[in-house]
C-alpha cells in the first residue's frame, strides 16, 4: 500500500485525530501551495487513500447520525512507523530533491505550515473546551496559552523561511 506523503504528514500528528476529510484537505492544499489544485478532486483522492487506512484496520469511520457526517479516527492499531515507511518517496527522487537548497527550504516551510494547522485547530478546541465547561478554565487556560505561543514561534519560522525565499538571490546547487 503506498500513500500520499501529504495526507501521511498530516495525519501522523498526535494531536490529529477524531478528523474529518476537510481537515486532512486543508492541510494538503497548505502544503501544496498550488493554487492550480481543485479542492473537490483533492478531497476525492485524501478520502480514497484515508479508506485504505480503514481496510487496513489503522483508521476507523465514524458517521455522525443527526447530520451523516464521516470523520476519522485512528485505532490502537495506528502503526506510525509503518505509515512512514509506505508514504516515503523513492529514494532517488529523495535524493533529487534535496540537491536544491530552495526546495529544501520550501520542504521546510511546508512543515512549519502543516505544523501551524494543527496547533491553530488545537487552540480552536480548547475554546470550544472553554466554552462548555467554563468550571475548567484553570486546567484549560495554560495549555491554551502554550498552544498559542507555539503559533506564535511557528508563524516566525514561516516569516523567516518565506524572507528568504522571497530574496532575488538564486540559491546554489549543494
Do not use: C
Not at 81 to 110: D, F, H, M, R, Y
Amino acid at each position: 500500500m503506498k500513500l500520499d506523503p501529504f495526507v501521511a504528514q498530516i495525519i501522523l500528528k498526535n494531536n490529529f485525530d477524531n478528523f474529518s476529510t476537510n481537515d486532512v484537505r486543508s492541510g494538503y492544499l497548505a502544503l501544496k501551495s498550488d493554487d492550480a489544485l481543485d479542492p473537490s478532486i483533492i478531497r476525492k483522492k485524501i478520502y480514497a487513500e484515508l479508506l485504505k487506512l480503514v481496510r487496513r484496520g489503522w483508521l476507523t469511520k465514524v458517521i455522525s447520525k443527526p447530520k451523516g457526517l464521516t470523520r476519522f479516527k485512528k485505532t490502537v492499531d495506528f502503526d506510525i512507523e509503518t505509515i512512514a515507511l509506505k508514504s516515503k518517496p523513492e529514494p532517488t527522487a529523495l535524493i533529487n530533491k534535496l540537491n536544491n537548497k530552495q526546495e529544501q527550504l520550501l520542504g521546510k516551510l511546508n512543515h512549519y505550515k502543516a505544523e501551524l494547522l494543527l496547533n491553530i485547530g488545537e487552540s480552536e478546541a480548547y475554546k470550544e473546551l472553554y466554552s462548555e465547561f467554563p468550571e475548567l478554565v484553570d486546567t484549560i487556560q495554560p495549555q491554551y496559552n502554550l498552544a498559542r505561543d507555539n503559533n506564535t514561534k511557528i508563524l516566525g519560522k514561516i516569516r523567516a523561511i518565506e524572507g528568504l525565499l522571497k530574496q532575488e538571490k538564486p540559491f546554489e546547487k549543494i
